[in-house]
Nanobody
């Protein structure tokens, strides 16, 4: 099993920055993909960014140029640096780890961007 614990959410003004962290524990394989999804009230969960164990990244168009995902494979931790935040970035952000075609999810952390 895999456990994921997110941290770093909070309230920030538009234009500000936040850094999310997600630490994975349990049975972590060397080849996996970690990443972030978000869900705003009344909307479906959507991809924000993913990063493979080889550090190949993928970003949603809406966050390209503003968000950066990175990871520490020794610590099994993934990060999401969010800059130039907009009110529309307000959502619960969920950490995800995918390995052997199974997805594991964290509990989520709230990010609120005020205008």
């Amino acid at each position: 099993q895999v456990q994921l614990v997110e941290s770093g959410g909070g309230l920030v003004q538009a234009g500000g920055s936040l850094r999310l962290s997600c630490a994975a524990s349990g049975t972590i394989l060397g080849i996996n993909t970690m990443g972030w999804y978000r869900q705003a009230p009344g909307k479906q969960r959507e991809l924000v960014a993913t990063i493979s164990s080889g550090r190949t990244t993928n970003y949603a168009e809406s966050v390209k140029g503003r968000f950066t995902s990175s990871r520490d494979n020794v610590k099994n931790t993934v990060y999401l640096q969010m800059n130039s935040l907009k009110p529309e970035d307000t959502a619960v952000y969920y950490c995800m780890l995918r390995q052997l075609q199974r997805d594991f999810w964290g509990q989520g952390t709230q990010v609120t961007v005020s205008s």
